[in-house]
């Protein structure tokens, strides 16, 4: 990614704070922290990927303590590290605090193989 105008994508995998439930996890992240996270400045597309429980009672067991995936895009890298700096971004930022127990942030590189390029 040499060059900075390009989109930036990254995918956060996030595993909820100690002490919480899935579902508390759940709707204070698509209710609470989603319209936060959606005015950072620079980001073009917003997803959540919540985790589907399989055990009938309401908790992943996935074994790597998983919960769900973020993937934002971004409109460049100098995007992404502005809107984080950003007041709303640091509002975002804070916030995670409030759910998130461990996260992994990667950003990534598309090669489509199938489907739209």
Do not use: C
């Not at 989603?34 to 996935?62: M, T």
């Not at 971004?89 to 990534?108: E, P």
């Amino acid at each position: 990614m040499s060059d900075i105008t390009e989109q930036v994508r990254t995918i956060a995998l996030i595993g909820r704070k100690p002490g919480m439930s899935f579902e508390q996890f759940d709707r204070y992240w698509r209710d609470e922290h989603a319209p936060l996270a959606a005015k950072v400045p620079g980001v073009v597309r917003y997803v959540q990927r919540h985790v589907v429980p399989q055990d009938g009672a309401g908790e992943p067991d996935n074994g790597f303590g998983i919960d769900g995936l973020a993937v934002l895009d971004y409109e460049s890298a100098a995007a992404m590290d502005a809107g984080w700096a950003s007041e709303d971004g640091q509002r975002a930022l804070a916030d995670t605090a409030n759910f998130i127990g461990k996260h992994f942030v990667v950003v990534l590189d598309d090669h489509v193989i199938v489907g739209d390029s």
